[in-house]
């Protein structure tokens, strides 16, 4: 999926915010956010998002020193996923259908990420907690997703973002752990799960957790170390949270089951789906 | 009031919204966002925002070929505040303090701002109306209008936007016509009010309708016509819509009531109150 006209302001307003975490000092922001007004002025938008996003987020980290702006708000989010998770995780066992509402959650979680939403602070997390568990949910992709799972001997799990990974978890124990591996990032970007949220959140003791090798806020599998090229390749069965690694991997024919919450209008175009959507679909 | 950094994202966000309806042609309005981008990068903070801004919206125009890109959304509200006029005349006249309410009414019509709100389609207008209605209201601050009113000779009205000229046309109505002088800019910028829309919601039949001769989305005096700024001096009473004025006038000594929404955290910052309040302030 190319970069479109509409995510240059979105971008800009991300600047702006990386830019506010890492330093407080108004002369380093300013010049910071100067430089890279001055470079998104020039990019080349033939690419997906993530591609931009991640040029602008490497020149902030280093015109600013500060190599995880996020850093703070990562932890802030996992520690506030995990105290929800107890919850969470009894409605997924007393529901009728426990896989069916750990990927209800698991789409929830995706409302965890500063890339997308301006000024998100949490306030939406229940909302869109109660939205995706009564949201219409295609029955048949459902299905399709089980059967998948059933005839997998091996699953790729693309996680997403600190905070969401928590809910991840969620879909990750109904699922059979042993034949899943689960990729984070390999360095940070934005708000997006490194290895150390992995371990943060217990992820790392339930299934095999590997970082991507990149550091793009979504799946650039040419960009992605050996390790994660294999397991793309041959895995049977490929789920991908979030918008991110849906801009990256859209044009994939391996079948991946994309699940994620359509927050910003140019994905909610592109998916043919309204703004704020529940997607669970596969290609 | 200078520009701050918060204000950055906020004017590439309108430039991208004014580039969308200058044209249809993507590469055109590609062109035009790159160049907004650059200038935007190399931009004196040290001014009012209103002066970035329209140096922002005349460059967009200058490379359009479009000298005015809002047209249509200023005759749309220029209608759609028209039809609500007789509801709100009513509300008016049959409340307890006619006065009051018609400030009220007056202050939720700077609703009506493509500068200040991200993606305004109009669905804001009802809620706003009833908030103004039942917000706090500083008792003391309209004794002292009224008293103003009272003692002035000549009471200059700074109107803000297309739309919202309806519902100061309310407020006008319940001042004594005769005094008041009613400034509109003089050209078209972002969905700022002129002469045209001053006509076509019928404000010239009730009062003295004059354009400052400025292009700005706010009132900087000196960039004034001779006339408006003879106004300006003589005037016992200035009343200023909207956050475009309140950005350029906050700092002037001549105790201009300020009528306006604090719809962006800058604003609500500088005037020490929470975003989306009513303000009816006197410095």
């Known amino acids: 999926m190319r970069t479109y006209l509409d995510c240059i302001p979105c971008f800009i307003r991300q600047a702006y915010e990386a830019v506010s975490f890492t330093s407080n000092d108004p002369e380093t922001r300013e010049k910071v956010l100067r430089e890279v007004?001055?470079?998104?002025?020039?990019?080349?938008?033939?690419?997906?998002p993530p591609?931009?996003?991640?040029?602008?987020?490497q020149l902030i980290q280093k015109l600013s020193g500060n190599n995880d702006p996020y850093r703070i708000v990562k932890e802030k989010y996992n520690r506030l996923a995990l105290q929800m998770y107890p919850d969470l995780k009894m409605k997924v066992e007393q529901s009728d259908n426990p896989l069916e509402t750990a990927i209800r959650l698991a789409i929830a979680?995706?409302?965890?990420?500063?890339?997308?939403?301006?000024?998100?602070?949490?306030?939406?997390?229940?909302?869109t907690i109660d939205?995706?568990?009564?949201a219409p949910l295609n029955q048949e992709m459902l299905e399709d997703f089980i059967d998948s799972v059933n005839k997998s001997s091996l699953i790729l799990y693309i996680g997403d973002n600190a905070g969401e990974i928590v809910f991840d978890r969620l879909l990750v124990e109904q699922l059979p752990c042993e034949k899943i591996v689960f990729a984070v990032r390999g360095q940070?970007?934005?708000?997006?799960?490194?290895?150390?949220?992995a371990r943060a959140v217990g992820l790392t003791e339930i299934v095999e957790v590997i970082d991507n090798g990149?550091?793009?806020?979504?799946?650039?599998?040419?960009?992605?170390s050996e390790q994660f090229r294999d397991y793309f390749n041959r895995a049977d069965l490929i789920i991908a949270k979030g918008q991110g690694n849906y801009e990256t991997l859209?044009?994939?024919?391996?079948?991946?089951?994309?699940l994620l919450k359509a927050k910003c209008p140019v994905i909610a175009r592109h998916l043919g789906c309204e703004r704020g959507a529940i997607v669970f679909y596969r290609k």
């Open 214 to 224: 990149s550091d793009a806020p979504g799946t650039i599998v040419s960009d992605c």
């Open 37 to 48: 007004l001055l470079r998104v002025g020039s990019m080349n938008l033939n690419q997906p």
């Open 188 to 197: 940070p970007i934005i708000n997006d799960a490194t290895m150390s949220d």
């Open 51 to 57: 591609i931009m996003g991640r040029f602008i987020h």
């Open 131 to 134: 939205e995706a568990l009564t």
């Open 109 to 127: 979680g995706n409302i965890i990420d500063f890339g997308a939403l301006p000024n998100f602070d949490g306030r939406e997390i229940p909302l």
């Open 250 to 258: 859209s044009d994939s024919d391996k079948g991946i089951f994309f």
